[in-house]
């Protein structure tokens, strides 16, 4: 015989309601991204168009030809530009995951003098705009002899304070008996580090990844880099729609171009997310 | 045993751990971060003056936050603004953020694009592709639009609401709310990616249990993934008044900004700075203690 049992589950109504919701959340954010996409494809005469139409109708490649030339008249070749971007964003992305975390296990699972100390001034310089400390800093980098070279990015950057915030939080819902466990199989600290909590911690790091790789992906470093061989991408791309009016179609297949990469790793990271999810259950 | 090594106690060996792991971030932390901020201090009890081959500072005690408090005719005003919208956008933010990010987790086709969507006002908010969108006709009109509330608006929503006799207070909040549905989407991007990573945190071993003792989906919500991510409530609060205190586009930042690089002086900059400062950990210490209550950890 078979029991009928009925289950509490959510009706099809309600999921549509909430689907709905989101779906209208989900056209505000992206809205704004379609537009920039037909924008970059529209020929000049259509994006001077009055009113402003949304969609392309004649979709050309044109504005990212001009702008591909426009790259290769440059002064210093572009690709410098992005080994810059690309080095900076690499070194200061995989530095501060590194560093932050590394303080964060110590800050969450381990007891010693000054760590309440410590961990209190991470939190309050979270509140503190750059812009109220932009000259003091200017003075500590030119003291340091930092100026116009890569460290005044990358190592600024590798201690965030945000990164450290967030691992430890993540770090403290670890329980204490596995790291236990480890150190009594004999494992060293730097290997229970590795080894036990950062893997319990992935979905953490990963969105740290995408965090730090936002914001250093997008780092123009205007007030610290002036070597024309030491700028970075965003700098380069952001002179050549200064140009003007004439460059408004430029401008927007160069933000198109500036948007794919985080979104790219945006997406390429977030199919790792859902790995580990699989992995977890597995070793549980 | 027979090694004649130096050993230490449990309790040295923990406490050199502890500060070997935290040196290389501490280093780059008291430079760029901590030092800066002590200098801010006392930049907002001098008055700072360009000389030749450098800078001299001239004490004047708390000159400078009595201009900013008595004197100045923007300040009070636009601070009072700021600490207010603030409180206003918080509780708003965070719980659309955990809502959204419950929601991006239920596997559904199409999961990773609605995500990449709703982390978008993030990857679009960053300095030049809000340049570029500034300088875009188009572009202004579309934000302004949104932020006009084309979708519901708020007035038509108080009218219905005061109808059903419910208290003057909650309805301004309810209405404000509304009218801000796109700020705050556009606000949660990092807050439902904080959100996600900790529902997958979440070992799936404690789900399966509920499974096997007969939980209903709305138990498991309550019992297990509420108070999994409490610890994460109290992260996003904290990100959240931070962020929305110290972005670009806080106006107060903007004030202080101006007041630095235009007329005001570096002194009385910093003076707002600290100022600002101060109110918001006031703030964060008055949230956390409240949400830390609630806080559930697993150990």
Do not use: C
């Amino acid at each position: 015989m078979q029991i009928r049992q009925k289950r509490l589950t959510r009706s099809a109504g309600g999921d549509f309601v909430i689907f709905f919701v989101l779906f209208l959340g989900a056209a505000f954010s992206a809205l704004p991204l379609v537009f920039a996409i037909s924008n970059a494809f529209k020929p000049l005469n259509e994006l001077f168009l009055f009113p402003p139409q949304f969609f392309v109708r004649n979709p050309t490649f044109d504005n990212f030809r001009d702008l591909f030339v426009l790259m290769g008249e440059s002064w210093v070749p572009i690709s410098r530009y992005l080994f810059n971007t690309v080095f900076i964003t690499v070194a200061g992305t995989g530095g501060h995951v590194l560093m932050a975390s590394m303080a964060a296990y110590v800050l969450a699972k381990h007891r010693f003098p000054g760590r309440d100390v410590f961990f209190a001034m991470v939190v309050l310089s979270l509140m503190f705009a750059y812009q109220v400390t932009a000259i003091p800093n200017y003075l500590t980098m030119s003291a340091l002899g930092w100026l116009d070279t890569y460290a005044a990015i990358i190592v600024p950057a590798w201690s965030s304070s945000l990164g450290l915030f967030l691992m430890k939080q993540f770090m403290e819902q670890i329980n204490d008996s596995l790291i236990e466990a480890a150190r009594i199989d004999g494992a060293s600290e730097f290997h229970i580090f590795w080894r036990v909590v950062m893997p319990n911690v992935k979905p953490a790091w990963l969105t740290l990844i995408i965090l730090s790789f936002q914001s250093l992906w997008n780092e123009t470093g205007g007030r610290f880099i002036y070597s024309e061989e030491l700028k970075t991408l965003p700098y380069a791309l952001n002179q050549i729609i200064q140009g003007g009016v004439a460059r408004a179609g430029v401008g927007a297949a160069v933000g198109v171009i500036m948007m794919i990469v985080p979104i790219a790793v945006f997406v390429l990271n977030q199919s790792k997310v859902v790995q580990t999810m699989g992995a977890a259950g597995i070793n549980k | 045993m027979g090694r004649p090594r130096f050993r230490l106690t449990r309790t040295r060996r923990q406490a050199l751990t502890g500060i070997l792991f935290t040196l290389p971030f501490a280093v780059g932390f008291v430079l760029f971060f901590l030092y800066p901020f002590l200098q801010s201090i006392r930049f907002s009890m001098s008055q700072l003056q360009i000389v030749a081959g450098g800078y001299r500072l001239e004490p004047v005690g708390l000159a400078n936050y009595r201009t900013a408090l008595l004197v100045h005719p923007e300040f009070l005003q636009v601070f009072v603004e700021a600490v207010f919208r603030t409180l206003v956008d918080v509780p708003l933010i965070v719980v659309f953020a955990f809502f959204a990010a419950n929601l991006l987790n239920q596997p559904f086709k199409g999961r990773t694009l609605a995500r990449v969507v709703f982390f978008l006002p993030v990857i679009m908010g960053a300095g030049i592709i809000l340049q570029m969108e500034s300088a875009d006709y188009m572009m202004t009109q579309l934000r302004s639009a949104a932020n006009e509330g084309g979708l519901l608006s708020g007035a038509v929503l108080r009218n219905f609401l005061y109808e059903l006799r419910i208290p003057e207070a909650t309805l301004d909040y309810v209405t404000s709310a509304v009218d801000r549905i796109p700020e705050i989407i556009r606000a949660s991007g990092v807050q439902i990616l904080v959100f996600l990573a900790g529902l997958q945190s979440i070992p799936g071993s404690l789900y399966e249990a509920a499974d096997v003792e007969g939980f209903t989906s709305w138990e498991r919500f309550w019992l297990i993934t509420l108070p999994m991510l409490s610890p994460l409530i109290l992260t996003n609060a904290v990100y959240t008044i931070i962020d929305s205190f110290t972005v670009g586009t806080n106006p107060l930042v903007k004030l202080v900004r101006s007041t630095a690089f235009g007329g005001g002086g570096f002194g009385l900059s910093s003076a707002m700075g600290v100022l600002y400062f101060l109110s918001i950990a006031v703030i964060l210490l008055i949230a956390g203690s409240i949400i830390s209550r609630f806080v559930f950890y697993d150990n």
